[in-house]
């Protein structure tokens, strides 16, 4: 349980992190999204460039079954290799956004 709660506190971190930056182009903010009930964490990005609408998400982490499910990793830095130098073993990252059948030569975990 305390690992559990120290992936968490990571995670959080790093989202903290990267929705504190602010953006080069246009009136767009970064959002923390954490729903620490279900293990749901996310940066989105929300505004105007221009006339155009901007919304997306560049991050998307889930913690469940005690691994951390990168969903989406729109960064620059590869948020598996922070998390690894933060000390989580690559055998509790989980690479969701990769299909299953490439898990295996990642050097992450498969599920």
Known sequence: MAQTEQYRQYVIDLVNRYASYKSRYGEIDLEAVTDHEHGHYEVVTVGWENDE??????????????????????????????????????????LGFQPLYKRPYTGFAVN
């Not at 609408?53 to 990168?70: A, M, S, T």
């Open 53 to 94: 609408r901007v919304h997306g998400c560049i991050l998307h982490i889930d913690l469940k079954d005690n691994k951390l499910w990168i969903q989406h990793d729109g960064t620059d830095v590869g948020i598996a290799n922070l998390l690894v130098e933060m000390g989580v073993p690559k055998e509790d990252i989980v």
